[in-house]
């Protein structure tokens, strides 16, 4: 799936849990690395999943503030700004 597809599905909470298991919480983190600091990018990331997970009915199981700044500390230092994931 390209980029472009996985970010649309993804915002429209159609994503599947295949698609958005460990490997696209990265995927995620590094496309937003892309394009914001890693700062940005962390707050970006934990409001975009946090949204996500309430949107699909899983908040509650799932979620936790501490965890989702990781995919972006993961990412950081191999964003080369436009690599492709």
């Known amino acids: 799936m390209e980029d472009g597809e996985f970010l649309r599905l993804f915002h429209d909470g159609n994503l599947s ?10 995927r995620l983190a590094w496309l937003v690395l892309s ?5 940005e990018a962390e707050g970006i990331v934990a409001r975009e999943i946090r949204r996500f997970a309430i949107a699909n009915g ?3 199981q799932v979620y936790s503030d501490a965890f989702l700044g990781s995919p972006c500390r993961s990412c950081d230092g191999e964003c080369s700004g436009g690599s492709e994931y």
Request: charged share 35%.
């Open 35 to 39: 394009k914001h600091s890693r700062i």
């Open 58 to 60: 899983f908040f509650e």
């Open 17 to 26: 849990g295949e698609e958005f298991c460990h490997r696209g919480h990265l």
